[in-house]
């Protein structure tokens, strides 16, 4: 980056450097970025340490806002991927991400712009209250992730192992993107084996609590200077129907859905699920219309959303434009899409479900991890990406809420025997 910036020099890079850094510590609406670099088991949090402005401290620190364009001033510099670049709707391509440094790749898919109605009809198999009444929602296009994020993926970040493959590596030193991923929190190791013995490699991540997901999609943004996030509620149910309005992305008949998913049996027992009671490795299955694999089934999916059973009914009765649910409270959060353990009617395309408490019921800890979920075998994540990157304003509709900040800074405090 730097070099293409034109800073060759050493003492250039490392005045750059420091200037993006307190740029972003200086930015109030993103606070989670340019944090000190945190301990290789739990890190501090970005907070502001004075009350100057972003622009009075870019402006003390010297012309650091010639570095940074319009709307995407706040993210860091994105590395080069022509692929990944779309002006427009049209110009949206399906492209692959490798994760800077590590050799690990993800696929993202085009999800373009649209309207549908969000939720079930009362005469659906397997419905529940709490899927309607169906309503008009409009989302923006963006690409969602082509399947659930993987075990390489995710310990990247989880684990330090961008970090340890750094210093072990031959690229030593570390580009302004890797300053501003190492400067994220990561979690405290984990106490016993997270696969729980179903199998690592292209499998998917799970029992990580939703605030560990939101944090993992901070430190990829930071990574490839792309924008990520969890998708919300609506936009989740908008790519898994793929433009069918059936129970599933294949009809309305659970016997095909054995092509497109992996779930467990039926609560009539006549069904007895083709999971084998563990989940699978991720795209082994048929992908939907738009590409997405495993949308039904083998793990639930964070959702941004609070979850509100009532959400539907007390919609307005006009067109709901990217609706999200903002969080007030640790539980419940929404997950979708059902999962290798449930029967195929909760892997329905409208079945929602909400996180309880004791999804870390094992968790011995006082008070209990904030990263980890003991209990939620069932539950990982994917990723998406807004076509039109938000500005830092727009992008704190998806950012940690101040309670979720506030549990983060009281978990630090009794992991570091202050309290
Ligand atoms: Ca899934």
Not at 57 to 66: N, S, Y
Not at 86 to 113: L, W
Not at 198 to 207: Q, T, V
Not at 282 to 298: E, F, I, Q, R, T
């Amino acid at each position: 980056m730097f070099n293409v910036l034109g800073y060759r020099n050493s003492w250039q890079r490392w005045l750059l450097g420091l200037m993006i850094v307190v740029f972003f510590v200086g930015c109030n609406t993103l606070p989670t970025w340019g944090e000190k670099a945190p301990s290789s088991d739990s890190a501090s949090f970005p907070v502001s340490k004075t009350s100057e402005t972003p622009g009075a401290r870019a402006k003390a620190a010297g012309k650091i806002d010639v570095n940074f364009t319009v709307p995407n001033e706040w993210m860091p510099k994105p590395v080069a991927n022509p692929q990944a670049e779309a002006a427009d709707q049209a110009g949206m391509k399906r492209y692959v991400e490798t994760i800077p440094g590590t050799g690990v790749v993800f696929e993202m898919v085009p999800v373009p712009g649209g309207i549908y109605k969000m939720g079930s009809p009362p005469q659906e198999k397997g419905r529940k209250d709490d899927e309607g009444p169906q309503h008009e929602v409009q989302i923006d296009p963006f690409w969602m992730e082509a399947h659930e994020v993987t075990w390489q993926e995710y310990e990247l970040w989880a684990m330090g192992l961008d970090q340890l493959r750094r210093k072990h590596g031959t690229e030593e030193i570390p580009s302004a993107q890797d300053q501003m991923a190492d400067a994220l929190a990561r979690p405290s190791k984990p106490y016993s084996d997270m696969t729980f013995g179903m199998g690592k490699k292209n499998f998917p991540a799970i029992c990580m609590t939703q605030f560990a997901a939101k944090i993992y999609c901070k430190w990829l943004s930071a990574k490839t200077g792309r924008y990520y996030r969890l998708p919300t509620e609506a936009e989740w149910e908008y790519a898994c129907r793929a433009g069918s309005s059936s129970a599933y992305c294949c009809g309305d008949d659970p016997q095909r859905l054995g092509d497109y998913a992996w779930y467990g049996e039926s609560d009539d027992g006549d069904d007895e699920g083709n999971s084998d009671e563990q989940y699978q490795q991720v795209a082994k299955k048929k992908p939907n219309a738009w590409g997405l694999y495993d949308m039904h089934g083998n793990v639930s999916e964070w959702c941004l959303d609070q979850y509100q059973p009532d959400a539907y009914r007390k919609g307005s009765g006009r067109r709901a434009q990217n609706p999200l649910i903002p969080s007030t409270k640790p539980y419940p959060h929404v997950v979708r899409g059902g999962s290798w353990l449930e029967p195929p009617e909760a892997c329905r395309s409208a079945a929602r479900r909400g996180s309880t408490k004791d999804w870390k019921s094992q968790d011995p800890q006082i008070p209990q991890s904030i990263w980890y979920l003991t209990d939620a075998d069932f539950v990982g994540f994917r990723v998406v990406r807004p076509l039109k990157t938000p500005t830092a304003k727009e992008a704190a509709r998806y950012d940690l809420t101040p309670l979720e900040k506030e549990e983060f800074q009281t978990y630090q405090k009794s992991r570091a025997g202050k309290q």
